[in-house]
């Protein structure tokens, strides 16, 4: 059975081993909005790549689906995706991390369950029927996610607040681009 001094020590080589890793794709800066900046650059890079091959083999890349119509109420969808999106996929994502450190699952693990477990979730959707369907849109978001994990991981040690405050700034920064067109939308329909 392992002492507490020698987990710690284990936790401290993991941890060491996981800055290492990332220390080369991650800005050399202190700043944190530098970091969310080039992080979501790496996640708009994946995403746009992967829709890219997923359209170049006639894969059909649904939209979000909105609580609210887009046609009738833009400003709604846009602090949906904007606000809502990024805070309880942002807990999502911490909750399948922390639980996976509760098991104490190796660092990369954590990543690709993320990466795995909110890709498929993106993947099914319900219709105006109330049926499930089936996209694979979840593959094209699952690396952004996975980003996020890294993200997530690496502000922990500092503060796990920080760490939310991280990834919750680079979904909203993500999702900022495609909620334009929805606050466009809305501001041509309002007079």
Known sequence: METHERIQGKARRDDEEVKMKLDSFLPRTESKIVFVVV?????????AFLNSILRVFHFDMTAPPFLAAPQTHPFLCAAEVLVLAPLFESLQLIGI???ARFFRAP???????VGVIIGFLHCLWLDDSHSFRWSVRGIAIAPGFAIQAIAYLYWRRVSW??????VLSIHALHNLIPSIPLIG????HLW
Do not use: H, K, N
């Open 107 to 113: 660092s990369w693990l954590q990543v690709l369950s």
């Open 97 to 99: 991390i922390e639980l």
């Open 39 to 47: 992080m979501v650059c790496y996640t708009w890079t994946l995403t």
């Open 185 to 188: 939308y809305g501001i041509r």
């Open 161 to 166: 607040r920080l760490g939310f405050a991280i």
